[in-house]
């Protein structure tokens, strides 16, 4: 089995290279940047099936194990400059930085060959715009408010007519 070993932030000195993995020839061995872990690094291990994050913080040494079926997509993030093609997990700091790149055709295609490869969705984030306020209508809205919960109810009584009878009026 041939291993592909690539750095992200930890470049040689005098190295100018990006991330840019090869989805062709997985499994691949690389360290990415991770702020929250000692070293400000961590290791990723990507299979075709899943993805071992490995990394230590505050001296506890952690692998995790996930399935790739567990990842909502591949997404493209960044700015005009510079774009991070990224596995997406719904915990934030489980998602994997796949290429970085400016070239737009570059990332494209590595977009489309790396959600096929793993069946995955294409999610493009750059377009995402914050969700309408939803409006409250729902079955607690009518409810009565807390405080008169503690109140009885009142009980609506019929009021008496009194109809053709002479009205008395107390007058100074």
Same mark, same amino acid.
Do not use: K, Y
């Given at each position: 089995m041939r291993r592909q070993t690539?750095?992200?932030? !930890?470049? *040689?000195? %005098?190295?100018? #290279?990006? &991330?840019? &993995?090869d989805p062709l020839s997985l499994p691949v061995r690389f360290d990415a940047h991770d702020p929250r872990a000692d070293g400000y690094t961590r290791q990723i291990e990507l299979h075709r099936e899943r993805v071992v994050l490995r990394r230590a913080v505050r %001296? @506890?040494? @952690? !692998?995790?194990?996930? #399935?790739?079926?567990?990842?909502? %997509?591949? /997404? &493209?993030? %960044?700015?005009? $400059? !510079?774009?991070?093609?990224?596995?997406?997990?719904?915990? *934030?700091?489980?998602?994997? *930085? &796949?290429?970085?790149? /400016?070239?737009?055709? $570059?990332?494209? $295609?590595?977009?489309?060959?790396w959600s096929e490869l793993f069946a995955l969705p294409q999610l493009d984030e750059g377009a995402r715009k914050p969700a309408a306020r939803r409006r409250r209508c729902n079955a607690i809205r009518d409810r009565r408010p807390k405080f008169l919960m503690r109140r009885r109810a009142g009980v609506?009584?019929? #009021?008496?007519?009194?109809?053709? $009878?002479?009205e008395i009026i107390a007058r100074n």
């Open positions: 690539a750095t992200c932030g !930890a470049n *040689p000195a %005098g190295s100018s #290279r990006s &991330l840019r &993995l %001296g @506890m040494q @952690m !692998a995790i194990n996930v #399935r790739v079926s567990d990842f909502t %997509g591949v /997404a &493209l993030r %960044g700015n005009d $400059e !510079a774009q991070t093609l990224v596995l997406v997990h719904r915990d *934030p700091s489980l998602s994997v *930085p &796949l290429l970085i790149s /400016a070239d737009g055709d $570059e990332l494209a $295609e590595a977009w489309a060959i609506a009584r019929e #009021r008496s007519v009194h109809r053709d $009878e002479r």
